[in-house]
């Protein structure tokens, strides 16, 4: 038997997934990451979602920037031109070429899942919302951009338009976002079916079944099939939904039903 079986099998005739005890430990892994990537789509979905938000809401922004060129370590205006704060559903604006708002001003305006961005007198700002993950994958969530290093030099506001006009996600920065998603999901994966594996190897002691704890492992490993899928599923529908105690449950009780049917030892003698 082999894991496209035993997927389908995990679907419609739960107890037969005892024979995944049988399956090669390197197979169980493969199979481990194949529910992580069904459990990172929804997360992945709305990460492209963002960032096309982010595009869209840019192109705004740069239809609004005055006339404006950076050079010499500073961004220059014209002498008429104000700053001003603009705000779209998934960006906060600043252009500042007076220098009255400060690096803490833009990183202070990060609210919800908005991205605070700021075009300051001497730096370019980015804010990325305080949710943990940035400083998880990134080490911070801010960052600034100063002038003097020449990396923006000579950037002026056609350019800025042109590009945004231009932009499109390239392959290889969605396959980094995805497997930037794959990685949390599988160790949080990891760590429910730790736990799944615990209370299976504890029930299969108290039934007198004849499995080992890595018997268990295997079996509750494809036993998760269903509640995953039905996890990524709700997913879509709510972002914000903690599947972890939907999925441990709903795995033990489908590794309940996978096990029932095995050889019992014989109960000690008193």
Known sequence: MNSFTLFRRSLFQVTDLNK??????????????????????????????????????????????????????????????????????????????????????????????????????????????????????????????????????????????????????????KLVIFIFTLYPTFINLVINLLMITIGANLYSKLRLYKLRFLDCLKIATYSMTLPVIISSVLHFVNQSFDDSFLIVFISLLVFFFAVRNEKRQEPPLA
């Open 20 to 173: 995944a005890k049988k399956m090669p430990f390197w197979k169980v892994i493969l199979y481990a990451i194949f529910l992580s990537i069904i459990l990172a789509l929804p997360l992945t979905k709305q990460l492209f979602s963002i960032m096309q938000d982010i595009k869209e809401d840019g192109q705004k922004i740069a239809a609004k920037l005055p006339e404006f060129k950076i050079s010499d370590g500073k961004l220059h205006a014209a002498d008429d031109v104000e700053g001003f704060i603009y705000q779209t559903n998934s960006i906060i604006f600043t252009f500042d070429p007076a220098g009255k708002r400060t690096v803490s001003d833009v990183t202070a305006d990060s609210v919800g899942t908005a991205v605070s961005l700021g075009f300051l007198q001497d730096k370019f700002v980015v804010a990325l919302p305080n949710s943990g993950a940035a400083d998880s994958l990134l080490g911070a969530n801010q960052f600034e951009f100063p002038y003097s290093k020449g990396t923006l030099d000579g950037l002026n506001s056609q350019d800025l338009k042109q590009g945004l006009d231009e932009a499109s996600m390239p392959f290889w920065i």
